[in-house]
């Protein structure tokens, strides 16, 4: 009997730092999103102080700065959309050492990517079916015809804790969106 609850007791402190270490985890997780969210909001700040025709519109952790204003109406949960765009790991700034995807040909050229079999066709989506990162999918809600932007978002709603190519695990991500067309028809 003794042997039992010495195995119980055992047992139940193993159990106990698991769960302690499972919640510092956890917290040293939130506390990078955190961080990642102050970087981007300073990093919006200071875009819209040098652009006052700048604008951002916030979406359940997506954040979209938008650069060129679009006209008509917006891009809805089952539109659809025409667009190009360029992937980039954030940390805090955007340059051509941080890019991971693009299909829009100027930014592949002042990247300097020598790509022998890139396409830079438009991406063509419709919302209700596209499968779409959170991140990406809550900052394109309500994008117009013609807009520019920067849609920015921690690695919560990214791809998380997962490594995608050349991306890291937990990474911010921004995507520049210049968007050709919208329909919700």
């Not at 100027?106 to 419709?126: H, P």
């Not at 809550?138 to 995608?164: D, M, Q």
Request: aromatic share 10%; charged share 20%.
């Amino acid at each position: 009997m003794k042997a039992m609850n010495k195995n119980k007791s055992i047992i139940t402190a193993i159990l106990a730092i698991l769960m302690a270490g499972t919640s510092c985890i956890k917290e040293k997780l939130e506390l990078a999103y955190n961080n990642q969210e102050d970087r981007i909001d300073k990093y919006i700040e200071a875009a819209i102080k040098k652009d006052t025709t700048a604008a951002v519109v916030r979406n359940n952790g997506s954040n979209r700065l938008i650069l060129v204003h679009g006209e008509g109406e917006e891009l809805g949960e089952k539109g659809q959309i025409a667009f190009y765009y360029a992937g980039y790991t954030f940390n805090g700034s955007v340059s051509s050492s941080n890019l991971f995807v693009t299909n829009h040909e100027q930014t592949a050229i002042d990247a300097k990517w020598d790509l022998t079999d890139a396409q830079f066709d438009l991406y063509e989506i419709n919302m209700a079916d596209a499968q779409l990162l959170e991140g990406l999918r809550n900052g394109l809600l309500g994008v117009k015809g013609g807009e520019e932007c920067e849609i920015l978002f921690s690695g919560k709603y990214g791809f998380g804790n997962e490594t995608f190519g050349i991306i890291p695990p937990n990474s911010a991500l921004l995507y520049k969106i210049w968007v050709v067309s919208i329909s919700n028809e």
